[in-house]
């Protein structure tokens, strides 16, 4: 993570703004530290005990305090036989997001704000508006599922949303180092846990809602419920939100428009209120107030004329596929909500080449490339991408097969420990858009793969398609193998000149979790070393 040079602050420097009630001493003790985890609490920490799913921080108190914590935030009803300072406070969530705030000196208020949320295509989006930013003459920073990222420095991402110390750590180290906008990915987790509370979005975004996390939120409903949190409390009252309307056609979402449920229930809630932001829709189709004209998309990218108040913006970049086409609208609606030029606009988008992990076509040499032209195999196009919920697999699917000469050959699995319920559906939207099924492991966590893929078994066999035992350069259907990097192996080297292989789920991830523990695995670089491998083997 970040360094942000040694800091400390007063307990009633932080607490300035807090609604708390104090048991004990406040003095002048200072703050060095802010944690949530007892076991890692030092002298000079401030302890919040905060109560989640599988363990109540309130339990640790006594030991937190024995590491020599200067003072415990907690709920009510909650004691403790102790000299140290309590602050007993309605919510512990909220409360540790406004003191990290403090303790970091409030950056948010130094930064132009945008916050992405939606099933599928808030990392796409967030590459494409970092690039539309930076076109744009300004400094941006990123914070999501890939990375966080900022000035050429990358740290992991843990989260998509990070817990409030590490965000506003972020967040002030962006800030020192000159970024003016922050393009934030904005999870339903961290919406429900109020990671983010107490900031104010100058931009907000929804992309989507489409079948994901329900072993968390339970229904859609709950799901949508807790996207639509972001655009309730946390955008600034003269700012923009832009909503994709349009509705899935897959059965798992219900056909719900999520999109235009919540511009509806929005503007009701607005009504009633006092505070409101504009809101703007978006979509392919002309009733939205930013839509697409003469769009086109094939393999070597996508072109199209973006509409919004009589204003055409020129769009051609090298992603493909519709859904991509979806969040470049997206990006351009933002980029129009921050004020950024329509020619810089379009400069942002077509200077972004691809996308980690998202619809990223596994490249060689340029020698390969021309083994490609003069027919010799391999010729095979290979492509990773983080389609993990059965929507986004099947856009994706959909998407290769409008540009495909040959078979579709999709290597997936699904994680362990998750939503079971999307496996069955995974297996048959594979079934019914691919021509060949291989399912193997994901990230299985403590689960067995060979019971996770046969729950996937059981959709793809719905969906009409033969289990066979071997594939052959004609043969079309399903098979097993549970070793992820052999199933990867199998399906390049059997694929022909034409057919195109999607390795989905993991995307931009290079690791892969099972009982055993976590170990390196990047599909990229597994695709890779088998189609140089073949290619060695043609020349």
């Known amino acids: 993570m970040p360094e942000i040079t040694e800091r400390a602050k007063k307990i009633s420097t932080l607490l300035a703004e807090v609604n708390c009630r104090l048991i004990g001493d406040i003095g002048d003790r200072e703050v060095t530290a802010i944690e949530t985890d007892s076991r890692k609490v030092v002298p000079g920490a401030l302890f919040v005990a905060i109560a989640g799913s599988s363990t109540d921080g309130h339990n640790y ?19 403790f036989e102790n000299d140290a300072l309590f602050v007993e406070v309605q919510d512990s969530r909220e409360v540790l997001s406004e003191i990290a705030a403090a303790f970091y000196d409030n950056p948010a208020k130094e930064l132009i704000l945008v916050g992405i949320t939606g099933t599928n295509g808030k990392t796409t989006t967030t590459y494409l508006l970092e ?60 919406l429900v846990q109020k990671r983010i509370y107490g900031l104010k979005f100058d931009l907000v975004l929804f992309t989507n ?44 979402s219900g056909e719900v428009d999520w999109g235009s449920t919540m511009i509806q229930e929005l503007q009701v809630e607005h009504g009633k209120a006092e505070s409101t932001f504009e809101i703007f829709s978006c979509g392919l189709a002309a009733s939205n107030d930013l839509h697409v004209t003469d769009f086109s998309c094939g393999l070597m990218g996508t072109a199209a004329s973006a509409v919004f108040q009589g204003q055409a913006i020129s769009i051609k970049s090298s992603l493909v596929g519709d859904f991509n086409l979806k969040n470049i609208l997206a990006a351009v609606g933002a980029g129009l909500g921050l004020g950024i030029a329509s020619d810089l606009i379009s400069k942002g988008i077509s200077e972004l080449k691809d996308v980690p992990g998202r619809l990223e076509r596994v490249r060689l040499a340029t020698v390969c490339e021309e083994k490609k032209q003069d027919g010799s195999k391999p010729g095979c196009s290979v492509f990773v991408d983080y389609a993990h919920t059965p929507d986004a697999l099947k856009n994706v699917l959909q998407t290769m097969r409008q540009l495909s000469e040959g078979r579709i050959i999709v290597v997936f699995g699904c994680g362990g420990d998750r939503d079971t319920g999307k496996r069955y559906t995974m297996g048959e939207v594979a079934g019914y858009l691919a021509d060949v099924v291989v399912l193997t492991s994901d990230n299985s966590r403590t689960e067995s793969p060979v019971e996770i893929m046969a729950a996937i078994e059981k959709g793809v066999v719905a969906s009409g398609v033969e289990k066979i035992d071997e594939l052959s350069n004609s043969s079309k259907g399903y098979l097993l193998i549970t070793d992820r990097g052999e199933a990867i192996k199998y399906a390049v080297s059997m694929a022909l000149k034409d057919d195109v292989v999607l390795l989905a789920g993991k995307g931009h991830e290079n690791y892969q979790i099972s009982a055993e523990g976590t170990v390196f695995f990047d599909d990229r670089i597994e695709a890779r070393k088998q189609l140089e491998r073949l290619y060695q083997q043609a020349a």
């Not at 108190?61 to 004691?79: N, R």
């Open 61 to 79: 108190i006594q030991e937190a305090l024995k590491k020599g914590c200067v003072a415990v935030v907690g709920e009510k009803g909650c004691s």
């Open 131 to 190: 690039s539309i930013i930076r076109s744009g003459g300004y400094n941006p920073g990123v914070i999501g599922t890939v990375n966080y990222r900022f000035n050429g420095k990358e740290h992991p991402a843990p989260f998509t949303t990070p817990e409030p110390v590490i965000l506003q750590k972020l967040l002030r180290e962006m800030v020192q180092d000159g970024v003016t906008h922050l393009v934030m990915e904005v999870s339903s987790h961290s």
């Open 209 to 252: 809602l489409s079948r994901d996390h329900l072993d968390f939120h339970g229904t859609m409903r709950d799901y949508f419920e807790a996207k639509k949190v972001l655009f309730q409390s946390y955008v600034k009252k003269n700012g923009k939100a832009f909503i994709f309307c349009g509705r899935s056609d897959h059965k798992e």
